[in-house]
């Protein structure tokens, strides 16, 4: 399949906020992003039209009843059968901050047992109670099966919430763990899971910042890739000298490439 033939859906409307960053990285690797309202998506469009799905960041529904809570049940309603047709075909999913917490409150993350619409996971408060706008050290898991973050060793992104502390039980975390489904954790600057603030953010359990289905397909993490696409949206980079682009950028060219060899 040619790149440009390839159609990602961006979902937009209800608070969400980063639609424009989202369909920029898109079309940055060559793929074709529409924006498409949520009230848009049932019979007037359908799933079916595209190859990949983007859940993006924001504040959807104003985070009433918990952040992605609302969203999600609305996507539920309307969805359900597309959203399970979409994975059974191999499709991708990516979901970024308020995007991944509307993944896990759906149940497609992590989907031990298949089951793509059961919460086994959450993104809680922060620790700290407060907001956190700042950058974050990344580490992957070179072992994950996680079509997003193929190549990754270490790198840097943006967040930005007040909800996003990843918690799960202890058998989950270890089935994570086993099956290398945590993808993404936070790092100190010797790489080092972090555990105390700020450079693990939130607290989140097992210093967790991405997770993935079994597949790699359905992925979800809390830092904004799509925040990061040139080297100048680091505040930094007078000093850490200019990059061919922004660490961002190598989640969006993965999944597109995938699409471009399987399609």
């Not at 989202?22 to 469009?45: F, M, Y």
């Not at 399970?84 to 991708?92: P, T």
């Not at 700290?128 to 994950?144: M, P």
Request: negative net charge.
């Amino acid at each position: 399949m040619k790149k440009s033939d390839i159609k990602v859906l961006v979902i937009t409307g209800f608070g969400l906020n980063c639609e424009k960053e989202t369909a920029a990285a898109c079309k940055l690797v060559g793929a074709t992003p529409e924006l498409v309202h949520l009230n848009d998506l049932g019979e007037k469009r359908t799933l079916e039209e595209f190859q990949m799905l983007c859940f993006i960041g924001g504040f959807s529904f104003g985070d009433h009843l918990g952040s992605g809570t609302v969203f999600a049940n609305r996507v539920k309603v309307r969805l359900q059968a597309q959203l399970q047709k979409f994975v059974d075909d191999g499709k991708l999913v990516i979901g970024i901050c308020n995007g991944f917490q509307t993944l896990t409150r759906l149940g497609m993350v992590p989907a031990l047992d298949g089951d793509y619409f059961n919460q086994t996971v959450a993104l809680a408060h922060n620790d700290t109670g407060l907001f956190r706008d700042d950058w974050c050290e990344l580490a992957a898991d070179k072992q994950s099966p996680c079509v997003f973050t193929r190549g990754i060793d270490r790198l840097r992104l943006p967040l930005r919430h007040g909800e996003g502390k990843f918690v799960a039980d202890e058998a989950t975390l270890d089935e994570l763990e086993k099956r290398h489904l945590a993808v993404l954790r936070y790092v100190d600057a010797d790489g080092n899971p972090a555990t105390e603030f700020p450079v693990n953010p939130n607290g989140s359990l097992r210093s967790i910042a991405g997770i993935c289905d079994p597949t790699g397909r359905i992925f979800g993490l809390m830092p904004h890739p799509e925040a990061f696409l040139s080297p100048y949206n680091a505040p930094d980079w007078t000093r850490r000298g200019a990059q061919a682009e922004g660490d961002g950028v190598i989640f969006f060219r993965n999944a597109v490439d995938y699409i471009a060899d399987n399609f």
